[in-house]
């Protein structure tokens, strides 16, 4: 059983950065898929960015350029540095993992994800 654990979250103000690290667990395959979405009140869970284990990533069109996704394999941990923060980045951000599998083209759907973190709360002030 895949266990995902962020930290990270918090409130900053607009142009601010924040770095969200998710401690993963419980898989020792070679392939996967690895990522994180949010969700704002009353919107529905999109994803953000997506690595996969021979370190591609993809982005969402609204974040390209301002958040990096990077992982440390030695710590089984995944990161998402957040860069010039806009208001609209506020939302709970979840850690994902999808094991015995790359990140097709539908790694934006929540539907291709297999495991979920608990979330972290990630607010921006304008």
């Known amino acids: 059983q895949v266990q995902l654990v962020e930290s990270g979250g918090g409130s900053v103000q607009s142009g601010g950065s924040l770095r969200l690290s998710c401690a993963a667990s419980g898989y020792t395959g070679s392939s996967y898929c690895m990522g994180w979405f949010r969700q704002a009140p009353g919107k529905e869970r999109e994803g953000v960015a997506v690595?996969?284990?021979?370190?591609?990533?993809s982005y969402a069109d609204s974040v390209k350029g301002r958040f990096t996704i990077s992982q440390d394999n030695a710590k089984n941990t995944l990161y998402l540095q957040m860069n010039s923060l806009k208001f609209e980045d506020t939302a709970m951000y979840y850690c994902?993992?999808?094991?015995?599998?790359?990140?097709?083209?539908?790694?934006?759907?929540?539907?291709?994800?297999?495991?979920w973190g608990q979330g972290t709360q990630v607010t921006v002030s304008s």
């Open positions: 690595i996969d284990s021979r370190g591609s990533t």
């Open positions: 994902t993992a999808k094991t015995f599998a790359s990140c097709s083209g539908a790694w934006y759907f929540a539907w291709y994800v297999g495991y």
